[in-house]
């Protein structure tokens, strides 16, 4: 996943590392400097000046050193990455050149204190920390905690670099299974939406967890280390099954699995909750949940859904929503008696 976020609200002109009006002079210098980058013109000399300022504040900011300010970190890089790009690196010795060599060591320091935390988490959930302990860090975040009501949004945001930099996998070659019409390319549930996931469900040891069109497996997997419930998923893409097996072996996660199969076929009976990130459409959601249907006849079942797959799931006659469903955030259904 690449670093640019989709959420554009910035909490760096809020945090305190710049004074409010110099924050919102500089960033229209800057974006103005990036136009004329983009136009191959000379910068000015108050886009220069804002630039240097930018560094110097970032250069001074003990804040982005400590390891709950991943979303300030984030963002500093991510203007570092567009102002100041490792390909750019200019050749003469000049104060341009001097001052871009302070932003990649800014740069590389920012990523070194992130590498160090993604290790630290790693480490805890390897010995077997317990399954809160994720969580917890998760929740210690400030944005996590002043968030009012359930997560929304189709987007990805700064928990997704988090969640990336804990499970490490690489991304898969190209698929070579054969995908019809219906079925939906592959996206990952973004990570807010996936701890929405786990506080809605209150998952227990009892429970099952089956992520139909689980993809890399993000999902089976933060079940795996933030639950006590076991979890599995079930991708037709072998090459995304393969990833997800290795990152729940190094991770020495012993209570998720992954099985390469065609969900119309796949045998659901050990599952109490079931999650679909809109994997397929038409005829073939319609097998998938004639599946679901059955097993709820012999016992209640919850289904969680996320994405577009929501409304056509809502009309279910056999599923009762918790709440009113919406495509943009995790809905929950129980299937009635």
Known sequence: MGRRLDDKSSTLDQSGLYPEMEAAEDAALL???????LKGSRSGRRSD??????????ENAPLLLEPNQLRLRLEALDRLDAYFPDAARPVAETA?????????????????VNCQLYEAIRGEIQRGAGPDGLLEWVHSLPEIREQAGPASGMGYDYLDELISGVLQFEEPDDGHAQREPEMVFYQPTPARHIFSL???TALTASDVLVDLGSGLGHVPLLVSICTGASSIGIELEAAYVERARQCAQTLNLDRVRFIQQDARVADLSSGTVFYLYTPFTGSILGRVLNLLR????GRRIRVCTYGPCTSAIAEEPWLEATEAPQTDRIAVFCSRD
């Open 49 to 58: 000046d804002a630039l240097q300022r930018l560094v110097s504040q970032l």
């Open 31 to 37: 974006d103005e400097w990036r136009l004329q980058q």
């Open 294 to 297: 059955r097993e709820a006849a």
């Open 198 to 200: 786990i506080g809605l």
């Open 96 to 112: 341009a050149a001097g001052l871009y060599l302070r932003a990649r060591a800014i740069y590389a320091r920012l990523e070194a």
